[in-house]
């Protein structure tokens, strides 16, 4: 399979106001190019995180004013960043402060096009303070404006006379970004249901293309499964395979999933689970599982596989990796010899899929996937996975308590024995052994020490 053309660019059709995976739309107009930021992963706003964006809309500016077709474009950041896609547009980014627990929607220029005329709070008109402060008709944006005002610091809409623009409110002044004359849009607002119809013909495509590719590697060994996860990729990995004629699969549960996925485990008929090892026990033993120190997926996951295999012989197994999803799967091969397991041949038919393209395939054939993702997770592993955002980490709190609470209460007493504060564990520092300088920047910022560096060997 190629490379798809569309991996930096984002179209999107303006007379249906959808998102396109190609370059035209099935009514026959060629699609607008956006340019997406790195990772290059983009996924639509599913349930929960479109409600977060209204009530924060709501809150910070009177409005819920929002289109039902809404993407994520994640960014890099201290937490969860996300460049946020609507109306053909960048409407605006979402960020979650680990420090404050808190979320902020900053809004960009063009998002007032189409919400201007909704909004009823959060804005600072700076006329008269730039005139006094001999601002005149000089250029503001990148300008501070000293301002009096109730609002309370953060993102704000700025008004001059007849302009309107973006700015942030802090320290008793409105830094202001960008503004300029706003004239109004009203794009039809169409559901995700529209955006599958137009997509239908690249789906087809792609649909096509991955079954041959899995036909064609399929019999490469002599018997061939699918790992399934749980996860939206594997998913789609499993209905393709299931279309390609493979009819074994296998799921390994670490013990410390989320109920909702070995529910959704069962509900997919899979009739053969793998249990790794014992977490607890293991834990005890490695000590915390950290993002530059994954021991976990080989206790839990990879030897257990590779135990469970090593009685059938050789096999092909058709996983759901894609390039997308991080920097070191951006070159993962289509055929690939597992070096953890060489008795298994690893073959990837959605490696150039973007969740886009995942969740719309999903949609198109109606295929359940797992109700994490509309719970606001971006990625389901383990409810205490060092990959996962103290953002998700929040939202475990609050759907999960008494397992998040576990794990916390594990952390805490964890932290205490090596003289560590409890603010340590809020930050989400203990996910590392040594944390990227990002994190030791938002630890200094909230006055707590970061041990030295341990010097690997």
């Known amino acids: ?117 909704f909004i009823t709070k959060g804005i600072v008109d700076i006329t008269a303070e730039a005139e006094e402060q001999g601002f005149g008709n000089r250029r503001l944006g990148g300008k501070k404006v000293m301002v009096k005002t109730g609002i309370s610091e953060g993102p704000v809409v700025v008004r001059m006379k007849d302009l309107l623009g973006v700015g942030q409110l802090h320290d008793g002044g409105v830094r202001v970004r960008q503004i300029g004359k706003v004239e109004p849009e009203s794009p039809p607002d169409p559901s995700w249901g529209e955006v599958v119809r137009v997509n239908v013909p690249l789906l087809k495509n792609l649909e096509r293309t991955a079954i041959r590719f899995i036909r064609q590697h399929m019999n490469d060994r002599p018997k061939v499964n699918v790992s399934f996860s749980g996860g939206k990729d594997s998913t789609v990995s499993l209905e393709l395979a299931r279309r390609a004629g493979v009819t074994d699969v296998f799921y390994v549960d670490t013990g410390v999933e989320f109920p909702e996925t070995v529910e959704f485990v069962r509900q997919c008929g899979i009739q053969v689970v793998i249990h790794g090892k014992d977490f607890w026990k293991e834990v005890e033993k490695n000590g915390l599982p950290r993002k530059d120190n994954r021991w976990c997926c080989e206790r839990l996951k990879l030897q257990p596989v590779k135990e469970y295999l090593s009685g059938r012989g050789p096999c092909v197994t058709v996983q759901g990796n894609r390039w997308y999803e991080s920097f070191s799967r951006s070159t993962l091969p289509g055929v690939i010899e597992n070096p953890f397991n060489p008795l298994q ?91 990227p300088p990002k994190m030791c920047e938002l630890a200094g910022r909230c006055g707590v020490s970061v041990p030295k560096k341990r010097q690997k060997s």
């Not at 808190?102 to 189409?114: N, V």
């Not at 060092?386 to 929040?394: D, I, K, Q, R, V």
């Open 345 to 435: 041949l690893n073959i990837s038919p959605i490696r150039n899929w973007r969740a886009l393209e995942v969740f719309l395939y999903l949609w198109w054939r109606k295929v359940p996937y797992n109700p994490l993702y509309d719970m606001g997770y971006e990625r389901v592993g383990c409810y205490l996975c060092p990959a996962m955002l103290e953002s998700e980490a929040a939202r475990t709190r609050e759907i999960h308590p008494d397992l998040a609470g576990y794990w916390e209460a594990y952390l805490v007493a964890w932290a205490k024995k090596r003289g560590l504060s409890r603010r340590y564990i809020d930050l989400g520092l203990w996910r590392w052994e040594n944390p």
């Open 1 to 117: 399979m190629r490379e798809p053309a569309v991996k930096k660019t984002l179209y999107w059709c303006r007379e249906c106001n959808v998102p396109l995976i190609g370059k035209t739309c099935r009514c026959g107009a060629a699609g607008v190019e956006i340019p997406i930021q790195k990772p290059y992963d983009l996924r639509p706003a599913l349930t929960h995180d479109h409600d977060l964006l209204r009530s924060l809309l709501l809150e910070r500016y009177g409005t819920d004013h929002l289109p039902q077709v809404v993407l994520f474009n994640k960014s890099s950041g201290v937490d969860r960043t996300e460049v946020i896609i609507a109306n053909g547009v960048e409407f605006g980014r979402l960020s979650y402060d680990p420090a404050e627990h808190a979320y902020t929607l900053d809004l960009s220029q063009d998002a007032l096009r189409f919400l201007a005329p």
